[in-house]
């Protein structure tokens, strides 16, 4: 069983650039989620993929998007890029039937200068 | 909105010291409530996860009690190591709503750090 796995580990972009961040999900997982996290803050939830649609998005801008593949791969894209945009980006998989089990990436941080 | 608060926001203790998390939450229609672990950079570890019928999990050193009604958990670790020193989050449901399994709300977590 292999976990989930997110590329780059690291990243820094200026402002206005665009960006994608990768995410492998757990084998078997069919859901998986990505969350925000600011330096000293608790994860934010930005959307969640189910079967490659949308299934929830939080209080994130439309220039945060998302795809989910049919291998259940996930991609994060943010485009303009902010100062504030710089955090830990985090995706976690599960399957819906057991959604409360959610694995974690170790992340992916991004820098915005 | 559900609203995630932890308190203290860091912690120093030493070694084999027993201690207490807590974790308030705004609404209490939750159906679970998660513990994690974070280590420095790293993703999240689930600790423990308690079901809304439930008042309390235990694993290992770690038990966590649950009082919705209050909107409160709390996570107790007991003998605390060294290796304890994390960032230590609490997590609930977006909203009571069945459509929010795998979404969560966070607190801000609580820094420990268990000196020797």
């Known amino acids: 069983e292999t976990g989930v796995t997110q590329s780059p580990t690291h990243l820094i972009k200026t402002r206005g650039q665009q960006v994608t961040l990768r995410c492998s999900s757990q084998?078997?997982?069919?859901?998986v989620s990505w969350y925000q996290q600011a330096l000293g803050q608790g994860p934010q939830f930005i959307f969640q993929y189910y079967r490659e649609e949308e299934n929830g998005r939080g209080n994130f801008p439309p220039r945060f998007s998302g795809l989910q593949f049919p291998n259940y791969s996930s991609e994060l894209n943010v485009n303009a890029l902010e100062l504030d945009d710089s955090a830990l980006y985090l995706c976690?998989?599960?399957?819906?039937?057991?959604?409360?089990?959610?694995?974690f990436g170790p992340g992916t941080r991004l820098t915005v200068l | 909105k559900q609203e995630v608060t932890q308190i203290p926001a860091a912690l120093s203790v030493p070694e084999g010291e027993n201690l207490v998390l807590n974790c308030s939450f705004t609404d209490s229609a939750i159906y679970n409530l998660q513990w994690f672990r974070q280590d420095p950079g790293k993703g999240l570890t689930s600790l423990l996860l308690i079901q809304s019928s439930q008042r309390e999990q235990t694993s290992g050193r770690l038990n966590a009690s649950l009082d919705k009604s209050s909107g409160r958990s709390t996570l107790y670790i007991a003998a605390s190591q060294p290796g304890d020193s994390a960032t230590y989050l609490c997590?609930?449901?977006?909203?009571?709503?069945?459509?929010?399994?795998?979404?969560?709300?966070f607190g801000q977590g609580t820094i420990l750090t268990v000196h020797p």
């Open positions: 084998s078997g997982h069919n859901t």
């Open positions: 997590a609930v449901p977006i909203n009571a709503g069945g459509t929010s399994y795998g979404k969560l709300t």
């Open positions: 976690a998989s599960s399957s819906l039937q057991r959604a409360h089990e959610q694995f």
